[in-house]
Structures are given as C-alpha cells and as structure tokens.
C-alpha cells in the first residue's frame, strides 16, 4: 500500500511513486532526525510556538487504512504517524463492506480496536461514513441502486460510486450505516469529527438517469407545467409525433434516433 490520497484521479501519480508508505514513514522520521528538528513540528500554531496559552492545535493527519492493512502493523503505523507529528487520521470511508457484512449486521469491533491503538498514541480520528463504497450484497439485493449513465447503460460494479444518490433504497441503507457509525462511536475517546460520504458528487457521469431519476424529473414536470396541454405547446411535442397523453410516458433526455425533442 502506498501513502496517497484516496482519490482515484491521481492514480498517475501514485503510479510514478514506488515508495509504500512504511517506507515514506520510516524516511521522513530519518530526514528530520538527522536535521536536528523537535517534532512534532507541524502540530503547533505560531501561537503555541510563542507560549500563547489560548492557542488552538493545527491539525494535520492523513487517510489511514487500518481495514486495508494486516492487525499486527497497526502499533508500528500509529507510532510512526506520532513521530513524524501527525495529529490526526480520516479512517473507514471505504470500509462498508466490513462494518455491515450482511444487510443490518453490523461489525465495529475490528474499527474499535485500531481506535484503541491510535489514542493511546494521541491520535484523534475523524470517522468517514462510507457510502461512496456500497458492499457487493447490497448492489445484488437491490439492483435499482446502481446509477445510469448518459448513454442509458447502468454503471458496472467493480469501483465506487456506481450508485445513484437520490434513490430512496440507497439513501435508506446509508442512513442506516452512518447511523450505527454514530451510535457505536460518538462517546468514544479520541474522536473529533465526521466526515460525511468521500464526496458529494457522482463519479464519472455527471448525472443519472435511471428509472427512480426519471420518475422524479416526471414529478418535477409535473409541478412545473402543471398540465400535459401546456408541456406539449412548450416542447412542441407533435413533431415526431410525441405529443404525451400522461407524464409517466415523458423520457429523460438519452440517446434516440434523432436528437432528443
Ligand atoms: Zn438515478
């Protein structure tokens, strides 16, 4: 595993570095060791340099993995971050599929223990919840989440976001995870913040277009002409014969036989 950020854009990047992240670690304590520098140094404000008493810690952490990396490293990943003055770590944005196995099964345990680990090193958390990364079992249960492209095709498992986030199933299920996030681990010594989904956007198609999105543009066509006479002399729907006899039969805009009326 190697030391980046978890966005999948800068793989070209990540690509050109061989370094893994034990070796990023280990090479930034040797560096500034050998400069003679106090650490942590990047855990302090100008402030608390000078002896302000009010001043508040500058934060600085990094995306950890505990859910990607074997249980016995997670001492020696923690003593590390705290040596090269990390405060903090963003964890568990993607790890849906081990804290909900099975649908309202849920599995904290692992998630507490790499807690424990890193407060005893002082370092604070912040909790991702995880819906960027729905579980196999739930795309399979409910197959209507995943999200439809421009082009009509629905999106293919095998990534992250292929999921459509209106859709009232999906949003369900998230609701549900982040909640038991919350219930497991809002007392717990350590943590300092959420982080709510990876980000709130879709992911290589900017919009979706699936059979729950277009019933919803339906209901926003409804709302806006108010009736089918009025949509039809605003689209001008009878040339190519589409003049529309019920809101349900009005398509989102995909690819036709001719460019979309
Ligand atoms: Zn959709």
Known sequence: MRIHSTDQSRTSREQSASVTRREFLNGAVAVLGATSIRLPIWAQTSASIAGGSWAAQLLLGVDYYPDQTPEDLWEDDARMMAEVGFTNVRVAEFAWALMEPAEGKFDFAWLRRSLQTLHKHKISVILGTPSAAPPPWLRVKYPEVIEVNAQGLPLHPGGRRFTCPTNQVYRRLSLSMASEMARAFA???????????????????????????????????????????????????????????????????????????
């Open 187 to 261: 007392e717990t010594p350590g943590v300092i913040g959420w982080q709510i989904d990876n980000e709130l956007t879709l992911g290589s198609s900017p919009r979706c277009y699936c059979n729950f999105c277009q019933a919803g543009f339906q209901a926003w066509l409804r709302s806006k002409y108010g009736s089918l006479d009025k949509l039809n002399r605003s689209w001008g729907t009878v040339f190519w014969s589409q003049n529309y006899t019920d809101f349900g039969q009005v398509p989102v805009p995909l690819p036709s036989g001719g460019d979309p009326n």
